[in-house]
């Protein structure tokens, strides 16, 4: 069992930036990857970011390229995401998620989820 808790979230003004941060209680064995998936009110969750944790090779959606980054930090099992130039279509609640294997989309494939953290960004 994984526990992950995200922090960070806020409301801010378009153009701005936030850092999220996702702990995991702990690592599972073997080979993992983490991944950021955000929802806002009425849509469905949909992907953001990943990272294969060994490796770091990290994914994105199409919508963040170039203004999101995602991090980690081996020592304190724990991921970031960097949102700089934040839109108001940025807004919703962002979970990280933990799976086995290699990065996907597919949020179905992620086995461990946080609780979640709003970002609402004002224009």
């Known amino acids: 069992q994984v526990q992950l808790v995200e922090s960070g979230g806020g409301l801010v003004q378009a153009g701005d930036s936030l850092r999220l941060s996702c702990a995991a209680s702990?690592?599972?064995?073997?080979?993992?990857?983490m991944g950021w998936f955000r929802q806002a009110p009425g849509k469905e969750r949909e992907f953001v970011a990943s990272?294969?944790?060994?490796?770091?090779?990290?994914y994105y959606a199409n919508s963040v390229k170039g203004r999101f980054t995602f991090s980690r930090d081996n020592a304190k099992n724990t991921v970031y995401l960097q949102m700089n130039s934040l839109e108001p279509e940025d807004t919703a609640v962002y979970y990280c998620?933990?799976?086995?294997?290699?990065?996907?989309?597919?949020?179905?494939?992620?086995?461990?989820w946080g609780q979640g953290t709003q970002v609402t960004v004002s224009s």
């Open positions: 998620a933990v799976k086995y294997g290699v990065s996907s989309y597919d949020r179905a494939t992620y086995r461990y």
């Open positions: 990272i294969n944790w060994s490796g770091g090779s990290t």
């Open positions: 702990n690592r599972p064995f073997g080979s993992i990857a």
